[in-house]
């Protein structure tokens, strides 16, 4: 790279700022009325996965510099690419939001909640003429009457909405859609930085899965979703790059050429990051949370790289084996102990 890069350009940055976005329910709903929200050409897993990757690589670089020590080529390539990231996948990740949660609110079954000082007369007076609007063609028609109300209260006012009690039917609003609200909430009211929402945004779920299935913005989500975010979780998304054990899941398709593109950004910083391994450890993928069934990997792995042993050690006086870890907070992990049979202390 020609420009100089140093890691000030991330840390500056006004999307990993905690800042309020200063702007009303109906002013980004005038926003919306011209944007063509049926351009689906997003994926998910290839967009949480470039995040994820660029992020766990942006975090080892960290690591080895300083603030402002300017990066090689091997380090400022990510940093760059990162940065673009940001800025690319934010704003249709906060419209997207923003839509599903007013789309899911007229499935309220119970208006009579709608009483200020918690609602405002404009929110309340919105809700009727969303209700029972199901086609996406008519989003504009009830986008023009969404209320001024600042873009946090309108949000908060969806969160308090979906976690009152006995007012949804099984499978609409409840508790999954409040915590869909309260991650935008957070965001426009300065709670969190952008990159924080990203982060959150591609881990949220409605009742019926990941978010992604509203025919806005985004394709579907392929069903190796929820098990890529299961790799992000422990912290592998280099490795998952490095091995390209991603083929196995999305094929070879041309449309993981970003990926490929992303996996030789890997290859220039692997030698200078010996945290990355060479392959994922798919029993440490189910030992931090891992919701998804990987035995096939983990079978795979000790095909290629031997059966994975559980580390012994002595606690107490007694031996035990090491069968798992759990992520207490960001960065501190404990080791889960079982016993070994027979031993004494």
Request: aromatic content about 10%; hydrophobic content about 40%.
């Amino acid at each position: 790279m020609s420009d100089v890069v140093t890691l000030s350009a991330l840390a500056d940055h006004p999307l990993t700022q905690v800042a309020k976005v200063n702007v009303s329910a109906k002013q980004l709903a005038g926003v919306l009325k011209a944007v063509d929200k049926k351009n689906v050409d997003r994926s998910p897993d290839i967009e949480a996965f470039k995040f994820y990757a660029l992020n766990q690589l942006v975090g080892l670089i960290q690591k080895r510099f300083t603030k402002n020590e300017i990066l090689p080529d091997w380090a400022a390539t990510p940093v760059s690419m990162y940065i673009q990231e940001l800025e690319t996948q934010h704003r249709p990740l906060v419209w997207y939001t923003f839509l599903i949660i007013t789309r899911e609110f007229r499935h309220l079954l119970n208006k009579s909640i709608l009483v200020p000082p918690q609602y405002s007369p404009d929110f309340t007076a919105f809700c009727p003429k969303i209700a029972d609007n199901s086609d996406n063609d008519l989003i504009n028609k009830w986008l023009a009457y969404a209320p001024g109300d600042d873009l946090e209260h309108y949000c908060l006012c969806m969160e308090a909405g979906f976690n009152t009690p006995k007012c949804w039917a099984s499978s609409y609003g409840g508790k999954p859609w409040g915590r869909i609200a309260k991650a935008l909430a957070k965001y426009i009211g300065g709670h969190t930085s952008a990159e924080m929402f990203i982060d959150t945004a591609y881990t949220l779920a409605h009742n019926g899965g990941p978010i992604f299935n509203k025919n806005m913005f985004y394709h579907n989500g392929t069903a190796s979703f929820k098990k890529l975010l299961d790799v992000q979780r422990s912290g592998q998304m280099c490795e998952f790059l490095w091995s390209k054990q991603y083929i196995k899941w999305y094929g070879k398709s041309t449309s993981l050429s970003q990926l490929e593109s992303l996996r030789l950004v890997v290859e220039a910083a692997k030698p200078w990051l010996s945290e990355i391994e060479d392959h994922v450890d798919w029993y440490k993928v189910k030992a931090l949370g891992g919701t998804e069934n990987h035995l096939e990997m983990q079978a795979a792995q000790d095909k290629d790289h031997g059966p994975k042993q559980p580390k012994s050690t002595i606690v107490e006086g007694m031996p035990v084996k090491v069968t798992g870890s759990i992520a207490v907070y960001p960065g501190e992990v404990v080791q889960v102990f079982t016993r070994i049979k027979g031993s004494q202390k």
